[in-house]
């Protein structure tokens, strides 16, 4: 089992910025992508972005220049900085890890609110 533990979440106004942590825990060694996902109110989760553990990422096109996906090894942490919010950004953001080599594997955070005032 893996346990993912999310904060950073809150309320900021459009053009703020915000950062997301993660923190794992648990059976995380054969773990080897993390990422965020985010749901807003009546859409369906979707991707942000995501980190394989040789640091490569891809983050989808709405967020590009602006969200960036980072890790910390030594912490098992996976952070999300969010710059140049925007209102469409209003939505729980949750933390995902899985294992590519075992797609049974696929643990998700409890989430956390990230709201855009515009």
């Known amino acids: 089992q893996v346990q993912l533990v999310e904060s950073g979440g809150g309320l900021v106004q459009a053009g703020g910025s915000l950062r997301l942590s993660c923190a794992a825990s648990g059976s995380i060694s054969v773990i080897n992508v993390m990422g965020w996902y985010r749901q807003a109110p009546g859409k369906q989760r979707e991707l942000v972005a995501r980190?394989?553990?040789?640091?490569?990422?891809n983050s989808a096109d709405s967020v590009k220049g602006r969200f960036t996906i980072s890790r910390d090894n030594a912490k098992n942490t996976v952070y999300l900085q969010m710059n140049s919010l925007k209102h469409e950004d209003t939505a729980v953001y949750y933390c995902n890890a899985q294992s590519t080599l075992v797609p049974t594997l696929n643990y998700w955070g409890q989430g956390t609110q990230v709201t855009v005032s515009s």
């Open positions: 980190i394989t553990s040789g640091g490569s990422t």
